[in-house]
């Protein structure tokens, strides 16, 4: 029933947004991605179809079409891009974007997955050399303004969103990748990035910026530019170390005072409150339902469009939700802390709006025991 590769995950989302069914669905399919992130080491022979299908194919779907990841099997990008890069791109990933590094994977793995790649692509493989492209950046930075801020972003900092999901710009069939990344100068070479600019990427946005009626002079001077992101290239989105993976507080009041005071909390925090049901629903029969374990859901639809259009996945984790456990004469609200989730996803932008909702979690707990 879920996929990710298409709009149906956020369709999905929305009609179920307060229906018990999707809190199963989307614990099962959130841990379907953590373990598609985090597969142990093959011993030996690695097999390239069943890596990709591991760690890859959830983003870049199963035949390398796209999905919150950029298409991998178009012949237009096979035609650009070296096994270098591509092993490099896999090992280091797009920090702060949402393409994960997967330094877990062995050598021969990541050769593996490359050569599984390949297999969508009959046409010559391209070798790139390291000779750094001579070009004047100040001259690539105007031709960067008028021909490529529209799509990659004024400083190159990618469109928002991801692949070829419904969150990516409208219009744009495929979401422009950070130029000004870590990840990807890493692991492009100039005579690659020189190599796009002149031949495109056919049936993307991204056009021959040759045929598109610039020299080959203006062409390397753009190299240059993009080259010299380099020294603001933002690094990690963040690690996980020093966050706490919960939050939890603890209520001076019974189970039946504090499930009210946090349903006034949430409600003047201008959050829309929908159901309270115990933890277990829907897992065993309602009479045997715990009492003493409820989940009450809520839901800021703005706030959840925004961060949507950031990045779908963030549906994994709505709608928003506290939960009010008594155990031993003590009651406790607890609540998955929304720093972390978003470091799960590397994405930089994420992690501002989930440390807003960070705090607006505390601020409800908080006043809901005061
Ligand atoms: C969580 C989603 C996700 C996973 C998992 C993922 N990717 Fe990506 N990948 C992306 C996104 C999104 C981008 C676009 C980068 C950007 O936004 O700047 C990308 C970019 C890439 C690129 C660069 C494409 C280009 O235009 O040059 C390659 C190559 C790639 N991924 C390969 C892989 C491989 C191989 C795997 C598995 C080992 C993998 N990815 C796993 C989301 C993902
Ligand atoms: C209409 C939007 C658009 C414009 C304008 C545009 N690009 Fe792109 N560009 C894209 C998209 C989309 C991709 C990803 C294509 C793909 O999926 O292979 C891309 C890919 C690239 C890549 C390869 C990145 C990677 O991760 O593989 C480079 C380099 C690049 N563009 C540079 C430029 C430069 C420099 C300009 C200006 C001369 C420019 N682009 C103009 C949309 C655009």
Avoid at 146 to 162: E, I, K, L, P, S
Avoid at 251 to 272: C, E, G, H, R, V
Avoid at 346 to 360: A, F, T, V
Wanted: glycine share 10%; charged share 15%; hydrophobic share 45%.
């Amino acid at each position: 029933m879920l996929t990710v590769r298409n709009n149906g995950l956020l369709i999905h989302i929305y009609r179920n947004i307060f229906d018990g069914k999707s809190v199963r669905s989307l614990a099962a399919f959130l841990l379907l991605v953590l373990t598609a992130l985090q597969q142990p080491a093959w011993a030996d022979a690695p097999d390239g179809a069943k890596l990709f299908a591991q760690n890859c194919a959830v983003c870049h779907g199963e035949t390398g079409s796209g999905g919150i990841g950029v298409p991998l099997s178009l012949p237009s990008f096979q035609a650009t891009v070296s096994n270098r890069y591509l092993a490099a791109t896999i090992r280091d990933g797009r920090p702060g974007r949402v393409m994960p590094a997967f330094a877990q994977l062995s050598d021969a793995e990541i050769a593996a997955i490359v050569g599984y790649i390949r297999s969508w692509y009959r046409g010559p493989v391209p070798h790139y050399g390291d000779a750094p492209v001579a070009g004047n950046p100040a001259h690539g930075k105007q031709l960067f303004a008028a021909h490529c801020a529209m799509c990659h972003g004024v400083d190159g900092q990618g469109g928002r969103g991801t692949g070829v999901t419904f969150s990516r710009p409208r219009g744009l069939p495929i979401m422009p990748p950070a130029l000004n990344n870590a990840g990807f100068l890493a692991s492009a070479p100039d005579a690659m990035i020189r190599a796009v600019l002149i031949h495109g990427r056919a049936g993307t946005p991204m056009v021959s910026f040759v045929k598109a009626g610039l020299s080959r002079r203006d062409v390397d001077d753009l190299v240059a530019y993009v080259r010299s992101f380099q020294s603001g290239a933002q690094t990690v989105a963040g690690s996980v170390a020093g966050l706490k993976p919960d939050l939890i507080v603890q209520s001076p009041y019974d189970l039946k005072t504090t499930i009210k005071n946090l349903t006034q909390a949430i409600n003047s925090d201008n959050f829309f409150v929908g159901r309270s049901q115990p933890v277990e629903y829907g897992l065993t029969t309602p009479d045997k339902a715990n009492p003493h374990q409820i989940i009450v859901y809520f839901c800021d639809v703005p706030f959840l469009n925004k961060a949507l259009a950031i990045d779908p996945r963030v549906g994994l984790f709505l709608p928003c939700r506290i939960t009010v456990v008594e155990h031993a004469g003590k009651v406790m609200l607890m609540a998955v802390n929304p720093e972390v989730v978003s470091r799960l996803f590397n994405n930089g932008e994420l992690n501002e709006l989930c440390k807003e909702m960070h705090d607006r979690y505390l601020a409800i707990m908080q006043e809901a025991t005061l």
